[in-house]
DNA sequence: CCAAGGCCTGAATG
DNA sequence: ACATTCAGGCCTT
C-alpha cells in the first residue's frame, strides 16, 4: 500500500536530477561522490560506507511541502501523478561538474560524459560483487590536462571542469559555506565559476545545497509556463535574459511559496513525460 | 539592457 | 549514406 512517506525510486532517479545510477535486475545502483548507494525493491538502502545518509531527504515534512506548493491545479495533477517523486541531497561536487556538463546538452549524453569522468578519475571499488566508480576527487580533475577531460566527451566545458575543481581545492568555493547562504548569497558565489549560469547554479543549489526555495528556468520550466501559467507569468523576451529571469524567479517564489523546488520538479517530470522524453 | 552567434558532441532527423 | 539540426546554456560581442 502507497503513502504519502513511500519514495517512487523509479521516478525520482528519472527526472533529470542524477545520472550515475544504473538499474541491475529490481536493484538501482547510485554514485554519490565518494558513496554508493543500492536501493532494492522493498526501498530497502545500503550504502558502501553505512554511513547514514541524508540522500532522500527523509526529514522533509513532505506532506507540508506538498500542501503548500499545492497552488493550483496544474500543479496539483503533477504531485498526485508523480506521487513518490522526491528530491535528493547530492554531494555537491558531483552535482556541480554534472550540471556543467548539462549545459546545451541532453540527459544520455550527460551519464555518457559522467561515467566516462568517473572510469577515467575515479576510484574502482566492489559493491555487492559488481564493479563500480566513484565519483573523481577534486584534486584529482583539477591536475588532470584539459585534453584527457576532454577525451570524456565533455567538449568546451573541460577548462570550466577543470577551473571548478581548482576552485573547490582553494576554498573559493566552499560548500559548506554555500548551504550556510541564503539563495541569493549561494548564487552569487556558485556563478563566479565558469559554466555556471543562472540555470546551472540553480540546479546545483537545489540538488546539493538544500535550497529548496529555488525553480530553475531552464527551457522546459519556460515552455511549462508558457503553456499553463501564462496568465500568471509572463514572458516579455524572446530569450530569458538575466534580468527577466530574476524577476521571473521572485514572482515564482512568491507564487508557490518556501518548498518552490519541489513544484519544479514535479512539473518538470510532467511535461518531460508528456513529450516522453529519454531518460537514464 | 537586449539580441545574436559560437561552442563540443552524438543522436535524431531529412 | 551524408548533411543538418538540435539538445535541461554560457559567454562574448
Known amino acids: 500500500m502507497k503513502n504519502k512517506f513511500t519514495i517512487d525510486i523509479d521516478n525520482s532517479i528519472n527526472s533529470g536530477q542524477v545520472f550515475l545510477w544504473q538499474k541491475n535486475k529490481n536493484n538501482w545502483y547510485g554514485i554519490d561522490g565518494q558513496n554508493i548507494l543500492e536501493i532494492n525493491q522493498e526501498n530497502k538502502i545500503k550504502s558502501i560506507s553505512n554511513v547514514k545518509t541524508s540522500f532522500f531527504r527523509k526529514n522533509d515534512d513532505i506532506e507540508k511541502i506538498i500542501k503548500s506548493i ?18 535528493f541531497n547530492q554531494d555537491p561536487f558531483q552535482c556541480m561538474i554534472s550540471f556543467i556538463i548539462s549545459s546545451n546538452s541532453n540527459i544520455p549524453k550527460i551519464k555518457n560524459s559522467l561515467e566516462k569522468i568517473s572510469e577515467k578519475f575515479g576510484k574502482k571499488v566492489i559493491f555487492k560483487e559488481h564493479e563500480f566508480f566513484l565519483f573523481p576527487q577534486p584534486e584529482k580533475i583539477a591536475k588532470s590536462s584539459i585534453n584527457e577531460i576532454k577525451s570524456c566527451g565533455v567538449g568546451y566545458r573541460a577548462p570550466f571542469i577543470k577551473e571548478a575543481a581548482k576552485m573547490v581545492i ?37 540538488f546539493s545545497l538544500n535550497k529548496l526555495d529555488e525553480f530553475t528556468l531552464d527551457t522546459w520550466m519556460i515552455k511549462i509556463l508558457e503553456k499553463y501559467y ?51
Open 70 to 87: 499545492s497552488k493550483d491545479k496544474i500543479i496539483k495533477k503533477a504531485v498526485r501523478k508523480y506521487d513518490g517523486l522526491r528530491i
Open 230 to 280: 501564462s496568465k500568471e507569468f509572463q514572458i516579455e523576451t524572446k530569450t530569458v535574459t538575466e534580468k527577466q529571469y530574476q524577476i521571473l524567479h521572485e514572482k515564482i517564489v512568491d507564487y508557490f511559496g518556501p518548498y518552490c523546488g519541489y513544484a519544479q520538479q514535479f512539473l518538470f517530470k510532467m511535461e518531460r513525460e508528456n513529450y516522453e522524453k529519454k531518460w537514464l
Open 170 to 206: 582553494s576554498k573559493k568555493i566552499d560548500f559548506e559555506n554555500l548551504k550556510n547562504n541564503d539563495y541569493k548569497e549561494a548564487k552569487k558565489n556558485l556563478r563566479l565559476i565558469p559554466g555556471i549560469g543562472n540555470k546551472v547554479a540553480d540546479c546545483i543549489m537545489l
